[in-house]
């Protein structure tokens, strides 16, 4: 290698892996020929029937949950946080 070569991290990686330089250019790449865009499929819109307007009633009687006119029952209230700590003395 030469003083130049010391200095290329490339041509280390390849000295590290044991690769040598080819004499013959290496030839150009062709590209693949550009992807046309695929257009979406013509497809008939299907249309929701949706009601005026939700009762949820309505809905769980049908999922079979029973009424659901009664309200859940209250949580319980938080417990009152404790009071702070008096200030310790320094020892």
Excluded: F, I
Excluded at 20 to 48: C, D, F, I, L, Y
Excluded at 55 to 69: V, Y
Aim: glycine share 4%.
């Amino acid at each position: 290698m030469s003083e130049h070569d010391h200095n290329d991290p490339w041509a280390s990686l390849a000295e590290t892996l044991g690769a040598t330089p080819s004499a013959e250019p290496t030839p150009p790449r062709t590209t693949p020929p550009a992807k046309q865009p695929v257009r979406p499929r013509q497809e008939e819109k299907r249309t929701r029937e949706t009601p005026a307007s939700a009762n949820w009633d309505d809905l769980a009687s049908e999922l079979g949950l029973g009424d659901t006119g009664q309200a859940p029952p209250p949580r319980p209230a938080r417990p009152a946080p404790p009071p702070p700590l008096p200030p310790r003395d320094p020892p």
